[in-house]
């Protein structure tokens, strides 16, 4: 199979170090063919494709939106690696991405209640609840922040089941509906500022304070520092 295209969707108007270092870790450690931005593309980011978005909705109505923009492009590969501008792929995947999913979902609805309710929690329940109508009786959790190898027909049946819900959690939806199976791992996303990090794990992922302010960002600057082929020179 040919090197898949990676598709991430980026929101509008931020600097993005983020994804400046993601785009370096992807150009050396993850074969592909074309890197796409979907929704805004900022004014450093050179040699990539942009599929532009109206991102007049939630944070999840507009991923949802840039996926399926991506989707619906001829000219993006099917299938396609789905990505966010914060999955760093720290080692280089000469095999491709590995299938990989967090466990049950129900394990992972303890841990959200835990820490409290909202969207995000809302969303992973009805996502179950509509798995679990489908015939899932113990869905699993693809709600990694690790890159995701996507047909474009299941994702695309994916979303218009879920078309009601307004926080469809899309990865888990897309993973247990074309039954994708793959190993179970813990998620990589680093909270903290804190030195305790899986530092040998083949991908980590941030928040926008534990990049800017944390040991796990701090080593992921000095570790790529030098820009690559999808930054333009001098860019900011």
């Not at 040699?47 to 991102?55: G, M, N, Y």
């Not at 809302?122 to 047909?151: K, M, N």
């Not at 793959?182 to 990049?211: C, N, Q, W, Y």
């Amino acid at each position: 199979m040919a090197a898949p295209d990676i598709v991430v969707p980026v929101r509008e108007g931020a600097a993005n170090a983020q994804l400046r270092y993601a785009l370096r870790r992807w150009a050396a450690h993850l074969p592909h063919r074309h890197v796409w931005l979907v929704g805004y593309r900022p004014p450093w980011a050179a040699d990539v494709r942009h599929i532009p978005t109206r991102q007049t909705g939630t944070k999840y109505a507009n991923t949802t939106l840039a996926v399926r923009a991506a989707i619906e492009h001829t000219e993006v590969s099917d299938p396609f690696l789905l990505t966010n501008d914060d999955f760093f792929v720290m080692k280089r995947l000469v095999d491709g991405v590995p299938v990989l999913h967090r466990g049950p979902v129900r394990d992972v609805e303890r841990y959200y209640a835990s820490r409290g309710s909202g969207k995000y929690l809302r969303g992973l329940r009805e996502t179950r609840d509509l798995l679990v109508s489908l015939g899932h009786a113990d869905p699993l959790s693809y709600e990694l922040h690790v890159p995701l190898l996507v047909d474009k027909a299941g994702m695309l049946n994916t979303l218009d089941l879920g078309r009601h819900l307004d926080v469809l959690h899309k990865r888990t939806a897309y993973g247990v509906l074309s039954r994708i199976g793959g190993a179970r791992i813990e998620d990589v996303k680093v909270l903290h500022r804190r030195p305790v990090f899986p530092v040998d794990s083949p991908f980590l992922s941030t928040m926008p304070d534990s990049f800017t302010n944390g040991a796990v960002g701090l080593h992921i600057r000095r570790t790529f520092p030098r820009a690559c082929r999808y930054e333009r020179p001098g860019g900011r």
